[in-house]
């Protein structure tokens, strides 16, 4: 256990709680785009839940994620960081420092990074989502009844994030709990080998070789550029795990991701996925 670093968590700990605290409104509007109806583009879709909501409205659901997604990503970043380290350890018995990194070593750190994200970011998210789609307009397309808001004097489903906790077990049981885990594993398992490896690469090819490590510029950027490739393959199965999630708060529309996506399609063609990556590409 000689190449396990601890830091890789807590460093992962901190930039969770970070990007709750900032992107948490943007990924509001990002869940109510692909799960909502009737706000067609990322600006009215702002204007709309601040006329209906106030500014209080960017902020549902924020308290579980706060607390649970900077635990969650502390254990993604230090997975992948300890997993990349320790294949890298056993495939040359003494890793220089400054050795060149291998593809397949981050390759398959990165695929397991995706996997455990699931295992604990499908229940986190699936809360997140729930409760910032509460107070939507939704339609009823099966049973021929007009939109409803439950912000408009209906009682929402959910009273917090433990109440969304107890009801879905109470009705779906502990699988619900995972409802669109096969859309959010097909989302992060590529999503995150397309963002660990671009961001170690770039980060590297942007630092001077006569630097030890990145500069704090060079990690801005090579994040940012990162994080825009990662978002740009991820947003279409990100927009099918945020319905699939979405589904069963009042009815249930979708059988499956194939389902979810042949809807999809149907209803709204390509630009279902490609109005949303600007909401995505702000969030990341």
């Not at 943007?26 to 500014?55: F, H, M, N, P, W």
């Not at 619900?176 to 590529?190: E, F, K």
């Not at 770039?202 to 001077?208: A, G, K």
């Not at 399609?265 to 490609?274: A, D, F, N, P, T």
Request: glycine residues 10%; contains cysteine.
């Amino acid at each position: 256990m000689g190449n396990f670093q601890l830091e890789d968590f807590v460093a992962g700990w901190i930039g969770g709680a970070a990007s709750v605290i900032v992107g948490h409104p943007l990924d509001t509007v990002k869940a109510r785009l692909q799960a909502g109806t009737g706000y067609g583009s990322t600006l009215r879709c702002i204007r709309t839940v601040y006329r209906r909501e106030s500014v209080f409205g960017f902020f549902k659901g924020m308290a579980f994620p706060l607390t649970s997604i900077a635990v969650y990503n502390s254990v993604v970043f230090g997975v992948f960081s300890n997993t990349q380290r320790f294949l890298s350890h056993h495939r040359c018995q003494e890793p220089e420092a400054g050795s060149p990194r291998v593809l397949s070593d981050l390759l398959l750190a990165s695929m397991v990074a995706g996997v455990v994200s699931v295992g604990l970011g499908a229940p986190v998210d699936l809360i997140k989502i729930r409760l910032q789609m509460q107070t939507q307009p939704f339609r009823e397309a099966n049973l021929g009844l007009k939109p409803r808001v439950a912000a408009l004097g209906e009682q929402p489903a959910y009273q917090g994030p433990v109440h969304c906790i107890i009801t879905i077990v109470r009705t779906e049981g502990l699988a619900g709990l995972y409802r669109g885990a096969s859309a959010m594993l097909l989302r992060d398992v590529p999503g995150y080998c397309l963002y660990f490896i671009p961001y170690l690469f770039l980060s590297d090819w942007i630092t001077p070789e006569a630097h030890t490590g990145p500069s704090t510029c060079a990690v801005w950027l090579a994040g940012g550029m990162a994080g825009a490739i990662s978002w740009g393959t991820a947003t279409p199965m990100d927009v099918v795990k945020s319905r699939l999630q979405a589904d069963g708060v009042y009815i249930n529309k979708y059988k499956g991701v194939l389902d979810c996506i042949s809807q999809s399609y149907q209803k709204e063609g390509l630009k279902s996925q490609h109005h949303l990556t600007r909401a995505s590409f702000c969030y990341s």
